[in-house]
């Protein structure tokens, strides 16, 4: 038998989701994570699961992962110390950055800017130019840099990034300045990246930092990876592991290894991918995802089952051109903090967050401050007595949680469960904020999707967003750790090949515009042959970066090749000023401009199907009901809640609100004036009374 | 003369008591809506000075015209004293004319579109948003002529304009308007997308009002201009102190060889007041460096100021206008008389700031920020390529953030908000130019606790023969530092012809001929240090010199660190060096102007900065020459 494994590695569990590739069996596995050597969770869960399943690890011939690593070499700055070799006049490319200061007017008394990721004291200059046009306008000069890598050999560095300007229409000479390094053995063991093959596209700041960004978190991603493959190769000589990119797409442990900037979104890239499938099942392509957790909150919007994408990856201070799912994450989470400001004596909610440690109030492990969780055990909505992570010893306390919430209650001249709603209001205003972004922002109409709730405080506000934004139903899919490994799994192989080619259209024409495509096709269908993916499994989009000429940003417009090859360029630059009406109100009888080309070559996914829940009658069975007189305080008043397990509810029944399901790892809460249908794979489908 | 407003229901919102909760969730509701506005308008305009650079000002007020989010301060008060006509239900108006709209906008580029929202027919908003259009006409490419002696010569002057009737578009105006620009086609888009960004705002505010309620969301905004109010009251009582604080800094010149022009300011509290007085400004220039200053727009950048210098967290809006009194004297080069020309304001809407630091900061000094880069540099080159085709840039630059009690400034950043520089990239390929060099100047910012940031220098080679505007300042006066912190190094520029011949080029200059080959070197200015830079940890001196962002020398007689040759720091060496140094200064000064008079400054002008001095400036016999 052969079996496909996704592996989800979050902050506090690791999931894992077995597939039978034959008869599409499932089996589920949740261990804790192991923070300072994830794999060692991985392996413990790989031990779990196939005890559950009954078989031998050797059976498993690949392994799906979405991982975090990328993102938290950034975060923690513990990448790698990377050289940069820049064009002589262009040494403080990074340090410049794009001269913006954050903050509005006034902003800049409060900044502090970060030391670049490449270190000045480790960036050299090449003494070269090339035109804008691909010309060159100087001569590498090889003896000074020679001397001067030299030199620079003496320092410690892990990496070394070539970003010289206007390399994205010209690459010759950061490719000579590698042939040099390589031939004269100037930096041994020093891998090399230029950026006009990371990134060939115009703006010497952003293909650099990506650049270096890639070269930063290489070593760190690199190293995992291998570790990972080494400890799987023993279960199996020939087994594969694939890794969920940024873009939702799965790309070979060497390309992810080669190419980690695109990682960087790996993590919620999954739970994306896994709400995508699970909402698929249950008969959902329009979405709004919205993924809470301790600190942040990802959103992001499906259309017809594909995420939106954007063409540009944000990590902390970092912003790189790498494709990645369009998430917008904004700081607030079940750990954000409730504060007063004494002078306007308005409620805020974060940004600081208890986090982890000392995590919230009513976990008693040390924290204070009332969080957003407090909130919702004050409220009742997270029931108190309830275990944490399967431990016995370790209950939610709601006498804690009202301690924390009462110096802010005084503050507002409210009442603890009013300032309690009123935390939960304010940090649901915050998420209504970021769906906007996604949906409204975007010219999409919300009230044409549903909203899917998962993380783990997720499935907690989601009825109250779905109220917000008039998205229903809210889908709460079973175990919302286990979706990212969902995720993992059923996305497919696929990989991404662009340039920089900025024409007017009178400038171009039909012909040199497809063949560029086919030859980018060719390019990205190279990691797909590698991994052995069969041709005819294969389709192709193709994407351009459009603007009207003069224009600062550009708009992505997917079309079909066949249709360029039949109408020409008009076939680009009508869909152009349709999406230019949506997104802006208007469009422009002025002259287009190509900016960036794309082909996106994918493999196909593995199709499976969640398992189901069995049928049951409209009313939930007794059993399935914890407590049928629990008190929550709900609309500014006490009202009785039922609480069910999760696990035993089955397809037909109806939940009615106000409820609380709870499960595992996580928490539900059906609104008064609501109710939550089970479907047949166990999604609550939460709907507002009729 | 006052506007009339016309309203089909013209029953009165009532005050509703609002639970804190809403307030806040409003306020939340106001601010998406405001980030919104920016968000279109980017993505749609064409000028890169909007598009790529961020200079435009979105707005959200109330009822009243009162701003409730925002940056610049609400101009609806001035615009409604000034128009003669009525408002009324799909009216747009489009204005650009700082006379007639009380220096709501302060030059003719700014155009700026001012919409009222109604509701079942009773006005319940406003929302405005003005952004610089690269040409409006006039006698220079950019319509920013330094030599005007008139707003005449500065390019078509929009009065206030009902640019939409009942929402109709009056083409005819925006196409006579659109015929006076050098760039139709970038004034339209623009034009576009500033509209775009209200009509976003307008379906925001309407939104917001059914669903929280129309007397709800009418009396949220009166609250959130309260709660500001109560804030700022309570920050202005433990800031100012009710002691006259005065502080003067200058402009270099005019542009026609006179100068320093003198900006003076008193500053303090009179019960919950806090008032600044003007009196001591010079009069009126006669060129166009005369800046219009709306006193409401001062009071918002005092607030602003304030806040982010004392308490981040409190959001501003126009809630403390009553809190504070703003008196500039008439005829002043602050509050010029009509028909004054107006257009290269960006030198005193600049140094306004650091008056601003300057007057607060004495009775914090822990909060006291240096003098930076309080202006926005202005490059413009035009002409015809070798195919005829007209080219014209207009780009704003950058330079040194001050030091200030947080840390570091930036390194060639911007003080203004939301603005970028252009990609180097993106210019060569759309413009005759190569851009040779782009770094910031070592040592260039003043030395410190916490360091000024360092100037920027960017060396442009022309590829076609054209016409250059610069416009800049501080090339004469310093950005001062604080608190022991030293002045900031002044800008330059300088071309260097094909053939080698150097010209020193003045700071503020049109019509500079330049040709094939040329190089221009234009260096911005650094931001003043801030506190004592023998203090300063020497193994960050050593850090910053092995960085390049400083030299050996530099460290040594700035901070008095010696540097090793390998960047590590001689630190025996060095302990016994800033001793003697400290020991020599003394006690740190608050102020670091670095000059003691403007008589000194002048003799060494030459000297120093291979310029002339100028000459004293000589006022239009009609104003009284201020004392």
């Keep these: ?47 779990k699961v196939c005890e ?142 230029l950026s006009s093959e990371v990134v060939p596209e115009m703006q010497e700041y952003e293909r650099t ?12 991603v690199a190293e995992y990876v291998k570790n990972l493959q080494n400890g799987l190769k023993k279960m199996r000589k020939d087994i594969k592991l694939q890794i969920l990119r940024s873009d939702g797409g799965l790309a070979s442990a060497k390309a992810s290894s080669d190419s980690p900037v695109n990682l960087l979104m790996s993590g919620p890239a999954g739970g994306v991918s896994g709400a995508i499938w699970i909402a698929k099942q249950a008969g959902y392509e329009n979405l709004l995802t919205f993924d809470m957790g301790g600190t942040s909150t990802d959103v992001s ?29 904004v700081g607030a989470g079940g750990g954000s903090i409730a504060h007063v400001p004494e002078l306007t004596g308005a409620l805020r909610v974060g940004p600081q967050s208890a986090g982890a440690e000392p995590g919230p109030a009513a976990y008693n492990k040390g924290g204070t401050e009332p969080t957003v969780t407090d909130a919702n055990v004050v409220l009742g909505y997270m029931p108190s007595g309830v275990e944490l992570g399967g431990d016995s010893d370790w209950k939610i306390r709601k006498d804690l949680a009202q301690d924390s919430v009462k110096p802010v209650a005084k503050a507002l001249g409210l009442s603890v469960n009013k300032a309690a709603e009123g935390i939960i209001d304010i940090v649901n205003e915050t998420m209504y904020g970021a769906l906007r972004l996604v949906s409204v922002e975007k010219g999409y109409d919300p009230r044409e999707f549903a909203l899917i709730g998962f993380g783990g405080a997720g499935p907690l506000h989601a009825n109250a967003l779905g109220k917000l934004v008039n998205s229903w139903p809210v889908i709460i899919p079973p175990g919302p750790g286990v979706l990212c490994a969902y995720g993992d799994v059923t996305t497919n192989i696929q990989d991404e090949s662009s340039m920089s080619f900025i024409r007017k259209f009178k400038d171009t024409n039909k012909q040199e515009v497809v063949k560029i495509f086919t030859d980018l096709e060719k390019k990205a269908s190279k990691t797909l042959d590698a991994e052995g993916s069969p041709k005819k ?46 997104l802006f109100t208007f469009s422009l009888d002025a002259e287009k401009e190509l900016v960036n080309l794309r082909a996106v070559v994918k493999d196909k996914a593995l199709s499976i199907k969640a398992p189901s829940v069995g049928r049951g009658s409209k009313e939930p069975t007794k059993k399935s009901i914890i407590d049928d007189n629990a008190e929550v305080f709900m609309e500014g008043k006490k009202q009785i809640a039922k609480i069910y397990r999760r696990s035993l509810l089955k397809q037909g029944n109806v939940v009615q609100g106000p409820a609380i399901v709870t499960e595992m790892d996580s928490t539900t809460l059906i609104l008064s004036g609501h109710n939550g249908k089970v479907d047949k794979f166990g999604n609550i489908l939460i709907n507002p009374d009729a | 003369m006052t506007a009339k407003l016309i309203q089909t229901n013209n029953k009165p919102f009532k005050k509703v008591k609002l639970d804190p909760i809403t307030l806040d969730v409003i306020e939340n509701a106001m601010f998406s809506a405001r980030w919104e506005m920016d968000a279109v308008l980017f993505r749609t305009a064409m000028s890169p000075g909007i598009r790529e650079q961020g200079d435009e000002f979105p707005m959200i007020a109330n009822l009243e015209g009162k701003m409730v989010v925002g940056q610049f301060g609400s101009f609806i008060h001035g615009f409604k004293e000034a128009f003669e006509g009525t408002i009324e239900e799909g009216d747009m108006f489009l204005t650009s004319d700082p006379y007639s709209c009380n220096g709501a906008v302060s030059h003719n580029n700014d155009w700026l579109l001012l919409r009222p929202f109604f509701k079942d027919g009773r006005l319940i908003s406003y929302a405005a948003m003005f952004g610089h259009m690269t040409d409006v006409g006039g006698k220079v490419p950019g319509s920013l002529p330094t030599d005007a002696t008139e707003i005449f010569e500065e390019g078509i002057r929009i009065p206030p304009t009902k640019i939409y009737k009942k929402d109709v578009l009056q083409e005819d105006i925006l196409e006579l308007i659109l015929h006076n620009c050098r760039l139709p086609q970038w004034n339209r888009s623009d034009f576009n997308a500033i509209v775009a960004s209200i009509r976003t705002a307008e379906k925001r505010v309407i939104e917001a009002a059914e ?15 309260d709660r500001n109010k109560k804030a700022m009251a309570k920050l202005i009582k433990t800031t100012v102190p009710t002691q006259k604080q005065y502080f003067e800094d200058y402009i270099c010149d005019d542009g026609l060889e006179m100068g320093p022009y003198k900006i003076k300011c008193a500053m303090w509290r009179k019960g919950d007041k806090v008032i600044f007085d003007f009196e001591g400004t010079d009069p009126q220039s006669t060129s166009s460096i005369n800046f219009f200053l709306n006193e409401e727009m001062f009071k918002m950048f005092c607030g602003v100021y304030m806040i982010m210098v004392f308490d981040p967290a409190i959001m501003f809006n126009d809630g403390f206008y009553d809190l504070m009194e703003v008196r500039i004297p008439d005829g002043s080069i602050l509050k010029p008389k009509y028909p004054a020309a107006l257009s290269c304001r960006t030198h005193a809407l600049g140094r306004i700031f650091d008056v601003l630091g300057g007057l607060l900061g004495q009775g914090a000094p822990d909060f006291l920020c240096a003098a930076g880069f309080s202006d926005s540099p202005h490059l413009m080159y035009s002409g015809y390529d070798k195919h005829g085709e007209w080219y014209q840039l207009y780009m704003i630059g950058f330079g040194g953030v001050p030091g200030k009690p947080m840390g570091d400034g930036p390194d060639g950043h911007s003080l203004w908000p939301s603005f970028t520089n252009v990609p180097n990239e993106f210019l060569e390929s759309y413009f005759p130019l190569v851009i040779e060099e782009y770094y910031t100047v070592p040592d260039s910012g003043g030395a410190g606790f916490h360091r000024g940031g360092n100037a920027l220098a960017t060396t442009y080679k022309f590829l076609e023969p054209g016409n250059v505007s610069i416009h800049d300042d501080r090339w004469l006066t310093y950005p001062w530092g604080v608190n022991g912190g030293h002045p900031g190094a002044r800008s330059t520029k300088t071309l260097v012809r094909k053939n080698g011949d150097t010209e020193i080029l003045p700071s503020k200059c049109d019509r500079l001929q330049v040709h094939e080959g040329d190089t221009l070197y234009h260096v911005t200015w650094g931001g003043g240090g801030w506190g004592d830079p023998f203090t300063r940890p020497a193994e960050r001196v050593a850090f910053d010199v092995e960085a390049g962002l400083l030299t050996r020398d530099g460290a040594k007689g700035n901070y008095g660190v010696i540097v090793k040759p390998d960047y590590t720091v001689s630190k025996a060496a060095t302990t016994k060096l800033r001793a003697k140094m400290s020991k020599a200064r003394g006690k740190t000064k608050l102020f670091d102007k670095g000059f003691e008079n403007i008589a000194e400054l002048k003799k060494r002008c030459k000297e120093e900065t291979g310029l002339d001095a100028p000459s004293d400036p000589v006022f239009q016999t009609w104003v009284k020459a201020a004392s």
């Design chain 1, 52 to 193: 559950k399943a009954s078989i031998e690890p050797s059976e498993i011939t690949s392994v799906m992962h979405g991982t975090t690593v990328a993102t938290n070499t950034i975060l923690t700055g513990t990448g790698a110390k990377v050289g940069l070799i820049t064009t002589k006049g262009y040494r403080q490319v990074l340090q410049i950055a794009r001269s913006f200061v954050p903050g509005g007017l006034g902003g800049w008394v409060i900044y502090n800017k970060s030391d670049p990721l490449a270190p000045l004291a480790l960036t050299i200059e090449a003494d070269e130019r090339m035109s804008s046009k691909g010309e060159i306008i100087s001569n590498l000069k090889v003896g000074q840099l020679t001397k001067d890598i030299k030199e620079l050999s003496k320092k410690v560095i892990e990496a070394i990034t070539v970003s010289l300007i206007n390399s994205f229409v010209n690459d010759k000479h950061e490719k000579e300045i590698r042939a040099q390094i390589r031939k004269k053995k100037l930096l041994p063991n020093v891998p090399v990246s």
């Design chain 1, 209 to 220: 930092i990506t650049t270096v960004a890639n070269s930063y978190v290489r070593p760190r």
């Design chain 1, 537 to 582: 499994n294969r389709t192709t989009s193709f994407q351009v970066d459009i603007r009207y000429h003069g224009q600062g940003l550009t708009i992505t417009v997917d079309f079909e090749l066949s249709d360029l090859k039949k109408k020409g360029l008009s076939a680009i630059g009508d869909k152009f000023d349709v999406q230019h009406e949506q």
């Design chain 2, 211 to 225: 669903r929280f309620g129309d007397n709800v969301y009418y009396s949220a905004l009166e609250e959130l201009l």
């Design chain 1, 1 to 47: 038998m052969s079996y496909r494994l996704g592996v989800d590695v979050g902050g506090t569990f690791t999931d894992l989701l077995l597939v039978n590739e034959k008869t599409g069996a499932l089996h589920t596995a949740k261990v804790p994570s192991t923070p300072d050597d994830s794999s060692r969770g991985v392996f413990n869960g790989i031990n």
């Design chain 1, 301 to 329: 919007l499906v259309k017809d089952g594909v995420a939106e994408q954007s063409r540009e990856t944000s990590v902390g201070d970092v912003t790189v051109r790498a494709s990645s799912v369009d998430v917008r994450t």
